[in-house]
């Protein structure tokens, strides 16, 4: 199964985001699988990662993490923050799906 990392902190906005979002995947049945990094250990995600969704929270950190993904070749995309704020999962999944070639 396909994989989208998740690169976030772990708030309880984080903690919603992946209730509701794995809730989402089953009630849907979307093919991937979500896991989840922090902005100061995602590096050793990346190589599970068949896409990756960059949060809000960790915009400080934005620049390095985009480099780090051109570099490493994975598909990204940053979630607006009111997408992921409210759990937007029907704008969410249609630019997941793309990227992951479904």
Same mark, same amino acid.
Request: net charge negative; aromatic share 8%.
């Given at each position: ?19 509701? $979002?794995?809730? +989402? *995947?089953?009630?849907?049945?979307? =093919?991937?699988?979500?896991? +989840?990094?922090? &902005?100061?250990? +995602?590096?050793?995600?990346? !190589?599970?990662? !068949? ?6 929270? @960790?915009?400080? *950190?934005?620049?390095?993490?985009? $480099?780090?993904?051109? &570099? ?10 009111? !997408? +992921? ?8 999944? =249609?630019? @997941? ?6």
């Amino acid at each position: 199964m396909k994989k989208v990392l998740v690169i976030c902190k772990e708030t309880g906005q984080t903690k919603s985001f992946r209730r509701v $979002a794995e809730d +989402y *995947n089953v009630k849907n049945n979307i =093919p991937f699988e979500w896991t +989840y990094a922090d &902005d100061r250990t +995602y590096l050793g995600s990346l !190589d599970d990662a !068949d896409a990756v969704m960059i949060s809000p929270e @960790v915009m400080l *950190n934005q620049e390095k993490i985009e $480099a780090d993904l051109k &570099d490493k070749n994975i598909p990204y995309f940053v979630v607006k923050p009111m !997408d +992921y704020g409210i759990k937007r999962m029907d704008r969410i999944i =249609p630019i @997941v799906l793309p990227l992951l070639g479904e």
